[in-house]
């Protein structure tokens, strides 16, 4: 059974770059689109980006200029980093695991089949 | 605001049949597959349904999709208090750069 887990602060200071981890467990992180997910208090999901086990990324248009997703298939993990951020970035963030499979023409069936726990992370000074 | 719209909350008696409706546009739901996630309280998100009307392993078949030009459904037949929970409807948005897109939530009380 696949397992994703996050760890990183839970608390962060304005203008810092929040930084995550989310090791995989039970399979292997080649293949699948490993993504990343959050949700403010009281909100909504709101998708952050996804990086390929081959290093390609793709990145929410809204967050692009302060995202950076990137991989390590060697400790089977992947990070996050979201930088200059403010109190509107605090939410509890997710991993997840990405399958995406493009169907012809502009379609794509893309669905997100195993998360993490989820961790809080504040932005407060 | 979420590019998926979704009504914030229903609500049925246990037993009953529930919907809860997703739309959005030719760019997301009208070109591409839509999965719906179940949040129970506190928890992560979970998988419910995939591909408009796929069932992942372990999921019951009191749940079902469906989709409609630009707009999903979600169904819940046989209510039990634990399907209490928030469901979000997802799907790929293919305007500017594909990209992942959700609803706002739907609040479910099973009353």
């Known amino acids: 059974q696949v397992q994703l887990q996050e760890s990183g602060p839970g608390l962060v200071k304005p203008s810092e770059t929040l930084s995550l981890t989310c090791t995989v467990s039970?399979?292997?992180?080649?293949?699948?689109?490993w993504s990343w997910i959050r949700q403010p208090p009281g909100k909504g999901l709101e998708w952050i980006g996804y990086?390929?086990?081959?290093?390609?990324?793709n990145y929410n248009p809204s967050l692009k200029s302060r995202v950076t997703i990137s991989v390590d298939t060697s400790k089977n993990q992947f990070s996050l980093k979201l930088s200059s951020v403010t109190a509107a970035d605090t939410a509890v963030y997710y991993c997840?695991?990405?399958?995406?499979?493009?169907?012809?023409?502009?379609?794509?069936?893309?669905?997100?089949?195993?998360w993490g726990q989820g961790t809080l992370v504040t932005v407060s000074s | 605001q979420s590019v998926l719209t979704q009504p914030p909350s229903v609500s049925a008696a246990p037993g009953q049949k529930v919907t809860i409706s997703c739309s959005g546009s030719?760019?997301?739901?009208?070109?591409?597959?839509v999965s719906w996630y179940q949040q129970l309280p506190g928890t992560a998100p979970k998988l419910l349904i995939y591909?408009?009307?796929k069932r992942p392993s372990g999921i019951p078949d009191r749940f079902s999709g469906s989709k409609s030009g630009t707009s999903a459904t979600l169904g819940i037949t046989g209510l039990q208090t634990g399907d209490e929970a928030d469901y979000y409807c997802?799907?790929?948005?293919?305007?500017?750069?594909?990209?992942?897109?959700f609803g706002g939530g739907t609040k479910l009380t099973v009353l």
């Open positions: 591909d408009n009307n």
């Open positions: 997840a695991r990405g399958k995406i499979a493009y169907c012809g023409g502009d379609c794509y069936s893309g669905y997100f089949d195993y």
């Open positions: 039970g399979g292997s992180i080649s293949s699948y689109y």
């Open positions: 997802g799907t790929w948005d293919s305007s500017l750069s594909a990209g992942g897109v």
């Open positions: 990086i390929y086990y081959s290093g390609s990324t």
């Open positions: 030719s760019s997301n739901i009208g070109n591409n597959y």
